[in-house]
């Protein structure tokens, strides 16, 4: 959506303050030993007591109210009874959701407890780079600039981007145009970012995959060469200077 009125800024606000603090506490409340469905249980209550709905069950009917991956899982992994988290996991959550007709994205990737599997690295440069991509977009910038960008950071830290994983327009539904934010330069995309737009920008920063590839179930995501993703992302409104970042809230960056 591009942001015309007052009202519509003040409403992306509180959709996005939804998502970004169900994010930050669901990250503080995971430990070892509890299931991914108890995490997904206790966002759902945060995102109830602010009256927004899960976006991927509205829109998709996704068999739980966040996106909850683990380890080898990229991304849109299913909350389940049988999943306990460990030491040392790396686990990916998205929450996104829509409240009084708006609707905002986040997530972000984290090591739950210590670092025993070495995946901080791989959080980190997904985290730098997506705070350089989104501070170089402003009105006018072409998105496969920005895509080159992410790509180019994250070879000259030794990792890949996965190509078919994309940000996306945002706003009064999940997912709108622009539909392809890649993370890496698409040279046939020459759309630029708009002034007064709102989109979801993501890194999708992997150790030897390009490509996420869909399990039996559906809905999870794994890459086709194996290996791990660490993923973060915020939604934000393109300006002529710096963006804001509408779900700064989740700490991510911090």
Request: proline share 2%; hydrophobic share 35%; aromatic share 8%.
């Amino acid at each position: 959506m591009s942001i015309t009125r007052n009202e519509e800024l003040i409403g992306m606000k509180k959709a996005s303050e939804a998502v970004a603090y169900t994010l930050k506490e669901m990250r503080n409340y995971a430990q070892p030993g509890m299931t991914t469905k108890q995490l997904d249980n206790y966002g759902a209550k945060i995102l109830s007591d602010f009256g927004a709905k899960s976006a991927p069950y509205l829109t998709y009917g996704f068999p739980g109210w966040t996106c909850i991956s683990v380890n080898n899982e990229f991304c849109h992994g299913i909350p389940s009874d049988n999943r306990i988290l460990k030491e040392g996991n790396l686990v990916n959550i998205d929450v996104s959701a829509e409240l009084d007709g708006f609707w905002s994205d986040n997530g972000g990737s984290f090591v739950l407890g210590e670092d025993i599997h070495q995946h901080q690295e791989l959080i980190d440069a997904s985290k730098q780079i997506l705070h350089e991509a989104i501070y170089n977009i402003k009105g006018g910038v072409r998105i496969s600039e920005i895509g080159q960008l992410i790509e180019t950071e994250a070879k000259k830290r030794g990792y890949k981007v996965i190509k078919n994983l994309t940000g996306h327009g945002i706003g009064r539904s999940l997912h709108e145009g622009p539909s392809n934010i890649a993370n890496y330069k698409d040279r046939f995309n020459l759309t630029r970012f708009k002034k007064n737009a709102v989109v979801a920008i993501e890194t999708f920063i992997a150790t030897t995959s390009t490509y996420a590839e869909t399990l039996h179930d559906g809905w999870t995501m794994v890459g086709n060469k194996g290996g791990f993703m660490a993923q973060h992302e915020h939604t934000i409104v393109v300006t002529d200077s710096k963006p804001i970042v509408l779900t700064e809230m989740n700490e991510i960056w911090n």
